[in-house]
């Protein structure tokens, strides 16, 4: 990782943080586990550190664009890096019981390999979010086909969908909250979508490790939309194994089970009695091999679409807690959405080499996608992503990274 090639780019001071924490992030997101005990435990009793939001080259793309990361480091050695490219997450830093930094998410060192090679590591997924049964939908009796990437289906916006595209950026933080806004236009017809759809990704870091992530979008001529983050997280830190002792509770009651090409057939089953129950927390690999489910068999694992049992409001919603007893890594999260794709891994097989230059093992990180739900544009009983001129899409995602009780 190179340092940053400007110090005029660095807009804020860092107070809290000692520069030995701030090596040690840097040597984090390379991959390597760092301890900064003593600075962690120094800092928890002096919060008043604003952190600092610093601009990185990252390499540049095929065609010679370059691409930079956008570090934001708060005073409690928590690090979020997020690219120009697909404002992919490539580094998000979380200290474990010990005071211990690992980069929680899965990721590549270069922008040539997110390029190459990326299953959606990190990054922002539009304009629709998961599956359009055949890439086809209709809206006001016009029929639109869209791109298709995933046998007969539209998968994450198409083929060059919005984890492919290069953002504009911005610092907005506000005193004590850093925060980085990537903004782009996607044009009236791109990958099949209707609509000039303007948008933007806003990441919050705030003091108390908390990652939020707030989508904005306005549109030209009436069209869907769905937008969410493809983070694979993995709480032992990228690199370090598989997720299947990670334990997670889901809020959620029903889940919608797909057909062979894994589109929702429109029901909404109770998981109760079935491998898909994690309203009590659950090892993800507890029931994942459950092969006399053929949900599970559809999805290779898990790869399914939960209802949130919300209270009718689209309030913000806990809706999971990840957890990682050998680390004391826990992650709370919340959600304006309906749903939540969990999707346990199923299609690393090893061949990729991630960020600390291990192989990412089959199921070595899970996501937890938050969005509508998939298929939607073809489901009359879904909540509908449907977006009119004049209106806005706003929808916020909160990851609150802290360390299980010991009790
Ligand atoms: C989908 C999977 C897909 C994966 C891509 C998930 O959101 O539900 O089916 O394979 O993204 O890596």
């Not at 009119?388 to 360390?403: A, C, K, L, V």
């Amino acid at each position: 990782m190179t340092e940053p090639h400007s110090s005029t780019l660095t807009r804020r001071s860092i107070v809290a943080a000692t520069a030995a924490g701030v090596a040690a992030l840097t040597a984090a997101a390379r991959g390597e586990i760092i301890d900064v005990s003593a600075e962690t435990s120094h800092n928890d009793h002096e919060e008043s550190g604003s952190g600092t939001v610093v601009e990185m080259p990252f390499g540049a793309l095929e065609d010679g664009t370059r691409i930079s990361m956008i570090r934001m480091t708060n005073a409690r050695y928590m690090e979020v890096g997020i690219l120009t490219w697909g404002g992919i997450i490539q580094c998000l830093c979380v200290p474990d019981r010990d005071g211990r930094i690992a980069n929680v998410s899965l990721g590549f060192n270069t922008a040539s390999e997110y390029e190459a090679n990326s299953p959606y590591f990190g990054a922002i997924i539009g304009r629709y979010a998961n599956r359009i049964a055949n890439g086809r939908f209709e809206l006001d009796g016009e029929e639109f086909q869209l791109e298709t990437n995933d046998g007969p289906n539209n998968l994450h916006g198409g083929p060059q969908g919005f984890d492919r595209r290069v953002y504009d950026w911005k610092d907005v933080s506000k005193d004590d909250v850093l925060a980085v806004r990537m903004s782009r236009v996607s044009a009236d017809g791109e990958e099949g979508f209707p609509g000039e759809l303007t948008y933007n990704v806003t990441y919050t870091l705030t003091n108390d490790n908390h990652l939020r992530i707030d989508y904005f979008a306005t549109t030209d001529r009436k069209t869907v939309v769905n937008l969410t983050n493809h983070t694979y997280f993995n709480l032992g830190g990228e690199g370090s194994g598989n997720i299947l002792d990670h334990v997670l509770q889901i809020n959620a009651s029903r889940f919608t089970p797909v057909d062979e090409t894994v589109i929702p057939t429109g029901e909404h089953v109770e998981v109760a009695g079935t491998p898909f129950d994690f309203t009590k927390p659950k090892p993800v690999g507890q029931d994942i091999a459950d092969t006399s489910s053929e949900q599970i068999n559809r999805g290779q694992g898990y790869d399914h679409n939960w209802v949130l049992d919300r209270d009718g409001t689209d309030d913000l919603f806990e809706f999971a807690t990840l957890s990682h007893e050998p680390s004391g890594r826990l992650m709370t999260c919340r959600t304006t959405e309906p749903g939540v794709q969990f999707y346990s891994g199923n299609f690393l097989d090893g061949s990729l080499i991630g960020i600390s230059g291990q192989p990412y093992a089959y199921r070595s990180g899970l996501t937890l996608e938050t969005q509508h739900f998939p298929d939607s544009p073809n489901q009359p009983d879904f909540p509908s992503t449907v977006l009119e001129p004049g209106d806005e899409y706003r929808s916020t995602t909160i990851y609150e990274f802290s360390i299980i009780d010991a009790d």
